[in-house]
């Protein structure tokens, strides 16, 4: 099916955007290293929210410049708490390696998740690895009406998952005191725009609390399936100097398993209200994830 495109543009800014979500951005690098215009910055946030994710080609920025890029689209955490500033398949150099990562939001165990995360390619093997997002937006939209209606007064417990590969069980995350966990509004209005956004995590929803165990097995297999279906999945394919950019709140993520693949690094930057680190100051997530997932998975540079 062709996929519909609508233009525009602030300034220096130029924009394609998808009738589904997403948008493929354009702007000189140069202008891009310089820095953005207020009217530019303020229209790039609104378009990022919009759209669900922006995509830019053949940037080059430092660290700086890609953290003060990544500033406009709200608010960063200190550089202190910037938990993998680096993903790379090499772990000494960033965090993750090269597990696979299932269909998850960064902090949808938390009150408040993250609004944004931008990351930038500063060495891949060209179109090797991609980086995928589906839209609990769009997926919202695209629920039959009855559907919907069951939703309105369901709500999810969200968990830190002790297996990146699964979702926690309650009885684990009743296991460890001060297990990182939230209950949220199964449908929630987004934060930026007001939007109804499907608010659930393949990775991180342990169950729907006002269904019993089995119906709400049912629901959430029927959920997940929705959001990852095709047609509201898109797939960031890397090459060097892409920037990729998405709605934490409004979009899940996930990343197929690197093994063998020898050059994928990227630099990566979260936008929102409170870091892992702010939001649980006790919590030791690197001893957490070397007993539940593997030694070292956060990477040599993680800030936890």
Known sequence: ??????????????????????????????ALQSGLTGDEASALADLLYRAGYLEFRGQSLNAD?????????????????????????DKAVGGFGTAK?????????????????ALHAIDVNPGETGTSVASGVH??????????????????????????????????????????????????RHPKTGEKVLLICP?????IPELEPAASEDMLAELFDHITQADNVHRHDWYDGDIFVWDNYGCVHARDNLAGVTR????????????FRQAYPDWDMRQFTDRHVEKNFMGSGAAY
Request: with cysteine.
């Open 264 to 275: 994928r690094t990227l630099r990566r930057a979260t936008i929102g209200e409170q870091s």
């Open 101 to 117: 990562l299932m269909w998850h939001r960064d902090m949808s165990f938390s009150d408040h998740p993250f609004d944004a995360i």
């Open 1 to 30: 099916m062709a996929i519909t495109m609508t233009k525009g543009g602030v300034g220096r800014l130029a924009w394609e955007t998808r009738h589904d979500f997403g948008a493929r951005v354009y702007i000189d690098p140069a």
């Open 203 to 207: 990775m991180c929803t342990v169950h």
């Open 139 to 188: 997926a919202y939209r695209t629920l039959p009406e009855r559907t919907r209606e069951r939703l309105k007064v369901l709500t999810t417990l969200t968990a830190v998952s002790g297996n990146m590969q699964e979702r926690p069980r309650f009885e684990d995350t009743q296991s460890i005191p001060g297990w990182p966990q939230a209950v949220h509004p199964l449908v929630s």
């Open 65 to 89: 410049q890609f953290r003060a890029f990544s500033g406009i689209f709200g608010k960063l955490p200190p550089v202190e708490d910037e938990a993998n500033p680096v993903l790379a398949v």
